[in-house]
């Protein structure tokens, strides 16, 4: 084994540590957090990770929780390993991906069956995320990989078939005023930011807790007055997107990262747009006019659509 002081030359982190025997509960965690991560493990002793900065922090915050259980833990960077050539290690790396993914696509296959199906989104949803904390981790791009992504779109493309609301021309919308609810949050201020980008250019925003007085308002995101809300596990920006079809990866991303920040239910495990929240909160606890609040959110939305991976 080579051990590398550059880290651009070395490939691999390497993480070896030892706990007291005393410790069963924290070695229980850290082989958790082992197999979260993905690592492999060497034949002989120690957890590999490709090397990059995210890897690199969890090995060492890993290392300093063994440490404060009384444990010793090294983390080093490693050019090579003697009798492991970098291709036989991404094949390990890959073989163990591929049993996450055929655990996956046995799981898929019986939630699939008409007997099964039902309309539990929940399930749905779990099985998304699952293979999204599988692909995070995917480091080589099993050939699995594919596969599966294929299944679940197939699942996906059923589920939206069963349930799909009818597709909204946006040219019936142009140069319309729309209403929502004083006090914008991250679901209102991203939803409004869509609809001027990809609905109505032209879009005025009024707010107001009743839409019966503007009866020829659109509404989005009100309670009981129609026009576009929540839909089964959807939030309104989801909503709009497949009210009007539309059709983009970062988009996609974006709608994952507002769901879980508007209904913390970490139904995605993503966590972009939970800052963006907390300051639309701030704001509107500071007062601040509901058009500058929807303003500004507005231009966060759009920074983070386009920074979105």
């Known amino acids: 084994m080579k051990v590398s002081s550059n880290q651009q030359a070395a490939p691999w982190l390497l993480l ?34 490709p090397n990059n900065p995210a890897n690199q922090e969890r090995f060492e915050w890993l290392a300093t929780s063994i ?16 009798e492991l050539r970098n291709e036989q290690l991404e094949e390990m790396f890959n073989n163990a991906r591929a049993r996450d993914y ?3 696509e046995k799981d898929l296959k019986k939630f699939g069956k008409p007997a099964r199906r039902g309309s539990d989104d929940a399930a749905l949803v779990r099985f998304k995320r699952r293979l999204q904390q599988i692909a995070e981790i995917d480091f080589f ?3 699995a990989r594919a596969r599966l992504e294929a299944a679940m779109q197939r699942l996906e493309t059923k589920d939206t078939k069963q349930t799909t609301r009818g597709k909204q021309n946006p040219k019936d919308y142009v140069g319309r005023t729309w209403i929502t609810r004083p006090h914008p949050g991250i679901d209102r201020v991203s939803s409004a930011w869509l609809i001027v980008r990809y609905i109505d250019p032209q879009a005025k925003f009024i707010f107001d807790a009743d839409s019966k007085g503007h009866p020829d ?5 009100m309670f009981n007055a129609g026009g576009f809300g929540h839909i089964g596990n959807d939030c309104t920006f989801e909503t709009l997107l497949k009210s009007f079809g539309i059709k983009d990866s970062r988009l996609k991303l974006l709608a994952q990262a507002v769901h879980d920040a508007d209904l913390a239910d970490e139904c995605f495990g993503r966590s972009e747009a939970l800052g963006i929240d907390r300051i639309l909160d701030g704001w509107n606890k500071q007062g601040l006019p509901n058009e500058e609040v929807l303003r500004k959110g507005m231009e966060m939305i759009e920074g983070l659509y386009k920074g979105i991976r």
């Open 67 to 82: 440490r404060n259980s009384k444990g010793q833990a090294a983390v080093a960077q490693v050019s090579s390993f003697d």
């Open 16 to 49: 070896v540590f030892t706990l007291p025997t005393a410790k069963a509960s924290e070695r229980v965690g850290v082989w958790r957090k082992l197999q979260r991560y993905g690592t492999v493990q060497l034949p002989a002793s120690g957890y590999v990770l």
């Open 102 to 104: 055929q655990a996956l």
């Open 217 to 221: 308002a659109i509404p989005f995101d």
């Open 141 to 143: 791009s099993s050939p």
